[in-house]
């Protein structure tokens, strides 16, 4: 049974920081490419990064390009989401996803597996 679990959301105000992490089970982590999305209040939930299996190739929405990084640690079984510059219309519960092991999780298409979510709170 694959199970997505992400820890780490919280409050901070505009400007700030903040690093949110994923650690699956039931899946060879090494194997799968990852992905974030998140759902806003009232919005439909909307891509946020993804990452290869190998962590070579990285895809952004444009809207977190330059602020947000997306990583990976296969020895730790973790991926990760750091966000700077963090803006109040970041505000959203964010998702962990992954979907196959080449095809990076751009769209909710894609995605086989979702975690339950953090929520990550911007304050203006």
């Known amino acids: 049974q694959v199970e997505l679990v992400e820890s780490g959301g919280g409050l901070v105000q505009a400007g700030g920081s903040l690093r949110v992490s994923c650690v699956p089970s039931g899946l060879t982590f090494s194997s799968y490419a990852m992905g974030w999305f998140r759902q806003a209040p009232g919005k439909e939930r909307e891509f946020v990064a993804a990452?290869?299996?190998?962590?070579?190739?990285?895809i952004y929405a444009n809207s977190v390009k330059g602020r947000f990084t997306i990583s990976r640690d296969n020895a730790k079984n973790t991926v990760y989401l750091q966000m700077n510059s963090l803006k109040p219309e970041d505000t959203a519960v964010y998702y962990c996803?992954?979907?196959?092991?080449?095809?990076?999780?751009?769209?909710?298409?894609?995605?086989?597996?979702w975690g339950k979510g953090t929520l990550v709170t911007v304050s203006s």
């Open positions: 990452i290869s299996k190998s962590g070579g190739n990285l």
């Open positions: 996803a992954t979907g196959g092991r080449t095809v990076l999780p751009t769209t909710g298409s894609r995605v086989n597996y």
